[in-house]
């Protein structure tokens, strides 16, 4: 997946009201960003940090600007777009880099299902046999090294879980998929010390029969790219 304009640096003064950042531009601008990121970002919005923007030619845009990239620890690249994961997972399965995926004929976007949710992605073999998969986006990198998901308490996550456990019960196949849109994780583990209700959730799910699947974004300035999976942490508790 290309981005869609060549991106601008510029450095991150601060990101506020959740959607708005302000953007020190290499030319000495200060810019105000779209930020498409409704999560905590934890650790991925630091003071100064040097950030990529892409920029808009639509006249109807309110804000010409969407914040894309940051540099984390001055050292790795994260993509804070949540709007990237789902269309990259998709891109994956269908050039069949995802070894846990492969076989199914048809693929399917946002296909209603469970309680007034959406799947990601419903796959579905000749046989008619179905494969649910939740995409969810990696990129608290903590200072154990450790790739934790979520970065914030989301009850949605949760319900999403308990939906996916109730397709297996219905005799479907059903998958998380935890894309690490983040360089330096090389393995994702549930982040209990910020949803300990989600780590509980995923340890449900998991017994009945959710599995798990994590694979690594390559990232640089042009671009991104599902490569190859990383392991899956999951602690010996309940929560």
């Known amino acids: 997946m290309d981005f869609p304009t060549p991106l601008i640096e510029g450095r991150l003064i601060k990101r506020y009201k959740r959607f708005l950042s302000d953007i020190k531009l290499s030319s000495g601008e200060v810019v105000v960003a779209h930020c498409p990121n409704t999560g905590s970002m934890k650790r991925c ?3 100064g940090a040097r950030v990529w923007l892409s920029k808009s030619d ?18 790795y690249l994260a993509c804070i777009n949540t709007g990237y994961p789902n269309k990259l997972v998709g891109e994956a399965i269908a050039n069949g880099v995802v070894s846990e995926l492969l076989g199914y ?26 494969c649910y998969v939740e995409v969810k986006n990696v990129t608290l990198l903590e200072e154990d090294g450790l790739g934790y998901f979520p970065d914030a308490v989301t009850e949605r996550g949760r319900k999403h879980l308990y939906e996916l456990a109730d397709m ?6 059903a998958v998380m998929f ?47 790219v599902v490569t190859e999976p990383v392991s899956f942490v999951l602690p010996e508790f309940i929560g």
């Open 105 to 130: 004929a048809e693929q399917k976007a946002e296909v209603r299902y469970g309680e007034k949710s959406r799947i990601d992605w419903l796959l579905t073999d000749e046989s008619s046999n179905k």
């Open 168 to 173: 297996v019960d219905m005799g479907h196949r």
């Open 178 to 224: 935890f894309c690490v849109s983040h360089t330096g994780i090389g393995s994702v583990t549930p982040a209990a010390h910020i949803d300990g209700k989600y780590a509980k959730a995923l340890w449900e799910a998991i017994d009945r029969g959710v599995e798990i699947v994590a694979y690594r974004v390559a990232i640089d300035l042009q671009g991104m």
């Open 45 to 47: 919005q630091q003071d």
């Open 58 to 75: 639509n006249p109807k845009r309110k804000l010409g600007y969407t914040w894309e990239l940051v540099e984390v620890d001055e050292k």
